[in-house]
């Protein structure tokens, strides 16, 4: 499936997905403008909707249909929300491994050639 980059439309209702996580694999189709997911497990999970277009919009904002209903603007920015807490909590966790103290590098040492010059 990922053979095809370019696709458009990608009608995958009915299909027995059962795990989210099955879901980022779609994000490599840059160019999808209609998705359908609809009549798999996945659809019984709170705000999967939320969720699929979180992660389609992972790199490109494309998508316009999920199961064949537009994508409102509510939706998006929701999205836009979500994405931004997810990168601000990982920043946050990435200012943690910061030093406290930043301890001043120590100096090369010297080669024979220099002591001698310094000592005369």
Known sequence: MLDFPDLKTLYLHGNYIANLDETKKLNGFRDLQSL???????????????????????????????????????????????????????????????PAVMRPVPALPKSEEEEKKQNN
């Open 36 to 98: 359908t997911l609809y009549g798999n497990p996945i659809e019984t999970v709170p705000n999967y909707r939320l969720w699929v277009l979180g992660v389609m919009y992972t790199y490109t904002e494309n998508l316009r249909r999920l199961d064949q209903v537009l994508v409102t603007n509510r939706e998006f920015d929701k999205v836009l929300v979500w994405k931004e807490r997810i990168f601000s909590g990982k920043y946050k966790r990435l200012k943690q491994f910061k």
